[in-house]
């Protein structure tokens, strides 16, 4: 397992791992093991707890059965250092692109609060000329990351977030999290409202990242062959299992039984709203 001081991937590691709203079960029986540099996948249909799991991997929803570690910190004990080393892709009413704002100023604002909060006292008290530079820096490392060129939008860098396709706001998200140089990436409903073509594309934006040694884990309906998939299902089942068949544990299928129900999910997520 990496070490908590790891400037690569996060090793993702659960077992018995659940969470229990007010009217139910969101997600429970998660069992995985992954190594840095992982596309995990959470497959399964609207409402089974998929992004419940994917807020409380990241340590922003805290479970409450079972354990989990990322990065060699547990789960739900090391919640705010999980935070810190992970980042939310897109996802719906927690981390969404504000559709009045341009793409140029989503940059600039996350670049900001990248400086301010992750930065040294002498990179702040650096001239202003040096700052600006390190900021176009980490902005076009993080556009070229996501395969996001800015001339090829409508208005360029002045377009405003609401006339984004969706691929192109899929990048643009992704790659305002990448700005923080994360060691855990989630992204919520990546296929949601694609073509097919765009779908390819996303899942090798995904796949891309995850080679640069970024662990990533995604929400979606279906998962690819080569993902390790955790499944979700409003049938009381789920289970773990890898691009090979494999349960990424122990060469073996898995499936847990468990009481997942929609309300229970809902309650969950509008819980970790008012924390």
Same mark, same amino acid.
């Given at each position: 397992?990496?070490?908590?001081? *790891?400037?690569?991937?996060?090793?993702?590691?659960?077992?018995?791992?659940?969470?229990?709203?007010?009217?139910?079960?969101?997600?429970?029986?998660?069992?995985?093991?992954?190594?840095?540099?992982?596309?995990?996948?959470?497959?399964?249909?609207?409402? *089974?707890?998929?992004?419940?799991?994917?807020?409380?991997?990241?340590?922003?929803?805290?479970?409450?059965?079972?354990?989990?570690?990322?990065?060699? &910190?547990? @789960?739900?004990?090391?919640?705010?250092?999980?935070?810190?080393?992970?980042?939310?892709?897109?996802?719906?009413?927690?981390?969404?692109?504000?559709?009045?704002?341009?793409?140029?100023?989503?940059?600039?604002?996350?670049?900001?609060?990248?400086?301010?909060?992750?930065?040294?006292?002498?990179? @702040?008290?650096?001239?202003?000329?040096?700052?600006?530079?390190?900021?176009?820096?980490?902005?076009?490392?993080?556009?070229?990351?996501?395969? &996001?060129?800015?001339?090829? @939008?409508?208005?360029?860098?002045?377009?405003?977030?609401?006339?984004?396709?969706?691929?192109?706001?899929?990048?643009?998200?992704?790659?305002?999290?990448?700005?923080?140089?994360?060691?855990?990436?989630?992204?919520?409903? &990546?296929?949601?409202?694609?073509?097919?073509?765009?779908?390819? @594309?996303?899942?090798?934006?995904?796949?891309?990242?995850?080679?640069?040694?970024?662990?990533?884990?995604?929400?979606?309906?279906?998962?690819?062959?080569?993902?390790?998939?955790?499944?979700?299902?409003?049938?009381? !089942?789920?289970?773990?299992?890898?691009?090979?068949?494999?349960?990424? !544990?122990?060469?073996?299928?898995?499936?847990?039984?468990?009481?997942?129900?929609?309300?229970?999910?809902?309650?969950?997520?509008?819980?970790?709203?008012?924390?």
């Amino acid at each position: 397992m990496d070490s908590p001081s *790891s400037t690569h991937g996060a090793a993702v590691t659960a077992e018995g791992f659940g969470l229990k709203g007010p009217r139910g079960w969101a997600f429970r029986g998660v069992s995985v093991a992954a190594e840095p540099g992982t596309l995990i996948t959470v497959e399964g249909p609207s409402g *089974s707890g998929r992004t419940c799991l994917l807020l409380a991997l990241t340590g922003r929803m805290r479970a409450t059965e079972g354990h989990a570690e990322i990065g060699g &910190l547990r @789960l739900p004990k090391k919640m705010a250092a999980v935070r810190a080393m992970s980042a939310l892709g897109p996802v719906t009413g927690v981390s969404e692109l504000d559709p009045a704002f341009t793409v140029a100023e989503h940059l600039r604002e996350r670049a900001l609060l990248q400086r301010r909060f992750d930065g040294s006292l002498r990179a @702040l008290l650096r001239p202003r000329a040096e700052r600006a530079a390190a900021a176009r820096a980490r902005i076009d490392t993080a556009l070229d990351a996501v395969g &996001l060129d800015l001339d090829t @939008l409508p208005k360029g860098a002045r377009t405003s977030v609401r006339d984004l396709e969706r691929l192109e706001a899929l990048r643009l998200s992704v790659g305002l999290a990448l700005m923080g140089e994360p060691r855990l990436l989630a992204v919520d409903d &990546l296929d949601l409202k694609l073509s097919d073509a765009e779908r390819v @594309l996303a899942w090798e934006l995904l796949r891309s990242v995850a080679r640069a040694g970024t662990t990533v884990v995604a929400v979606c309906s279906e998962a690819p062959d080569d993902a390790l998939r955790i499944t979700t299902g409003t049938d009381g !089942t789920t289970g773990t299992d890898g691009s090979d068949g494999s349960d990424g !544990t122990d060469g073996s299928d898995t499936e847990t039984e468990t009481e997942i129900t929609e309300e229970g999910a809902d309650d969950a997520i509008a819980e970790a709203g008012r924390a």
